[in-house]
């Protein structure tokens, strides 16, 4: 009885909060293997722990398939870990445009795990170690 | 990386609540692991004078188990999302001190649980002893900082 | 303004939320992920003991995991303070938080229940009670639950 009582309210407790899950963030939700191109302009900029945060704004425009058209929450690492590729607090600012590869949400909502920022030069600036398998060096 | 690419990688990252059940599991592995080898550890070093090291042992196979429970979940994670590790230096500083923490551990077992058994429970524990116990609670606690700080430290998530 | 919004909001928040350190944010992160340990893993001896799970270690002699607890619980109060006002506004409103907040008050509760029932009296029984051994199984089950709701506090961010 002890045990299984035991078992049975973390199981509950899991479950419980497991429902809710789908609400956000971790790096399971999205569609790891979908790699999307994103062009828009910088409505927020959130560089801070845990992770770096930015919206970006896409316009509806022609050729741009509307279900791409708006506001889209895009995630990246911990400060820490994308200084070290190469971002600083002044990478971008509310108003810059900016081009990004990432990783849809599995669910559709507008939600994209950051892969690399694209720079006007054509360089990119990853958020992390992982390379496309096709990395070219830039 | 070419184990990221394999099906079975595939297959466990595409159910979503595996990662963030793994992660739970690993936590409760970490306090079963460091409560246990904890209590062992303190003993060690001379606290708790008095209790007897064959009582501090029953808690060893929860221990074991709470290392079990976290080198599955560990590898489940590796398994998943192996280049987050395997190009991370603070991960493999981890894997160092796991390392250290079992062989440590081991040393105690082959060669000082006689002694440690046979001590008078109510004095002071021998040096040997003590260095054992010191460099297992350092070396578990040196796992956890450096799991913990992976996201940071290290290259990625 | 409600006071979460402001602490959330704060200068404190944004530079230590905006810090590029490792001795800040990753750093108090790291010391609640310490105390959880320390407080956690002392709980989970002493229910396991006086669940009859753990060998026979005189009762009586777990009394000092108990400063253990309370330092553990004290590391993990400060730590989770600091966090707590990095994001006041977006917990105060987080079923996750309170569930998890709960779970830890009601683990502690049922572990002084356990101590005075089982391991302060002098001439205690060995074998605790029935109804003291539920109270172990219990507060070991918050244990569980404030581990899983702390943990999945970090997937609901807003």
């Known amino acids: 009885m002890t045990l299984s009582r035991r078992l049975g309210l973390a199981a509950a407790a899991l479950a419980l909060a497991s429902a809710s899950v789908r609400a956000h963030h971790s790096f399971a939700m999205f569609d790891m293997d979908k790699d999307v191109e994103y062009r828009g302009v910088v409505s927020e900029w959130k560089w801070q722990n845990p992770h770096v945060h930015f919206i970006i704004d896409v316009k509806q425009e022609q050729g741009v398939d509307p279900k791409m058209a708006g506001r889209w929450d895009v995630e990246g690492g911990s400060i820490n870990i994308m200084t070290r590729q190469g971002w600083t607090r002044a990478s971008y600012k509310i108003g810059d445009p900016v081009r ?10 507008k939600g994209i795990s950051l892969f690399y920022a694209i720079r006007p030069d054509g360089t990119r600036l990853y958020h992390d170690i992982a390379r496309p398998k096709d990395d070219v060096k830039k | 990386m070419w184990v990221e690419s394999t099906r079975i990688s595939k297959a466990l990252f595409a159910m979503t609540w595996l990662w963030p059940a793994c ?47 976290n080198a599955m979940t560990g590898g489940l994670f590796l398994l998943m999302q192996p280049h987050l590790y395997l190009s991370s230096a603070v991960w493999w500083w981890k894997f160092t001190f796991i390392a250290i923490a079992g062989l440590n551990a081991a040393f105690f077992e082959t060669r000082l649980a006689i002694p440690a058994l046979t001590m008078d429970p109510d004095g002071d524990t021998p040096v040997a002893l ?12 040196a796992v956890l900082y450096c799991g913990r700080m992976l996201p940071y ?5 | 303004m409600s006071v979460f919004r402001s602490l959330q909001d704060s200068a404190f928040t944004e530079w230590f939320l905006g810090s590029d350190s490792i001795w800040t944010y990753p750093t108090v992160l790291a010391l609640h992920t310490v105390g959880m340990a320390i407080l956690v893993g002392a709980s989970f001896v002493v229910n396991l003991r006086v669940l009859q799970m753990a060998g026979d270690i005189p009762l009586q002699r777990l009394r000092p995991l108990y400063r253990f607890i309370w330092v553990g ?10 966090l707590f006002v990095t994001q006041a506004a977006d917990r105060i409103a987080d079923p996750v938080f309170f569930i998890k907040l709960g779970s830890i008050a009601a683990a502690l509760w049922l572990g002084v229940l356990v101590k005075q029932r089982a391991i302060d009296p002098d001439h205690a029984p060995q074998v605790a009670t029935r109804s003291t051994r539920s109270l172990a199984a219990t507060s070991l089950a918050f244990w569980a639950a404030a581990i899983v709701s702390g943990r999945l506090m970090a997937y609901l961010h807003s």
């Open chain 1, 100 to 109: 990004i590869v990432g990783h849809p949400m599995k669910d559709g909502s």
């Open chain 2, 23 to 69: 992660e739970s599991l690993h936590f409760m592995g970490l306090c079963m692991l460091i409560g246990g080898a904890g209590l062992l550890d303190l003993r060690l070093l001379g606290l708790f004078r008095g209790l007897h090291i064959r009582h501090v042992k029953a808690l060893m196979p929860w221990a074991i188990g709470g290392f079990a429970i």
């Open chain 2, 130 to 141: 003590k260095i054992v116990g010191g460099v297992s609670l350092f070396s578990w606690f």
């Open chain 2, 153 to 157: 430290l290290g290259t990625g998530n």
């Open chain 3, 73 to 82: 619980f004290a590391i993990n109060l400060a730590t989770g303070l600091v």
